[in-house]
Nanobody, 123 residues
Framework: QVQVVESGGGLVQAGGSRRLSCAASGRAFSTYAMGWFRQAPGKEREFVARISRSGGSTAYADSVKGRFTISRDNAKNTVYLQMNSLKPEDTAVYYC????????????????WGQGTQVTVSS
């Protein structure tokens, strides 16, 4: 089992940058694929980015491709989401999730979730 805790959210102006962190506790962090999702008010939770166990493979939602970068440091049990060129439509609660098997673009593919961190982008 793994517990994940997100941090780094806050208020940022449009065009700005923010880096989210997700710290994991528990055993064998490197055996989990990791993902970031987000949920805006009144909307369903949506996929943002995912990264393989080794960090060698990543995938992004079209809406963030070229602006966001997911990475991980298995020595620190942490996964990151670097967000650049932020837009007001990026405003949401951002969630980190861990998958025991393969990461996917569906929330159903993940087994453990954090509580989320709010990112608000002002225009």
């Amino acid at each position: 089992q793994v517990q994940v805790v997100e941090s780094g959210g806050g208020l940022v102006q449009a065009g700005g940058s923010r880096r989210l962190s997700c710290a994991a506790s528990g055993r064998a962090f490197s055996t989990y694929a990791m993902g970031w999702f987000r949920q805006a008010p009144g909307k369903e939770r949506e996929f943002v980015a995912r990264i393989s166990r080794s960090g060698g493979s990543t995938a992004y939602a079209d809406s963030v491709k070229g602006r966001f970068t997911i990475s991980r440091d298995n020595a620190k049990n942490t996964v990151y989401l670097q967000m650049n060129s932020l837009k007001p439509e990026d405003t949401a609660v951002y969630y980190c999730a861990a998958a025991r098997v393969l990461g996917s673009e569906s929330p159903l593919g993940y087994d453990y979730w954090g509580q989320g961190t709010q990112v608000t982008v002002s225009s």
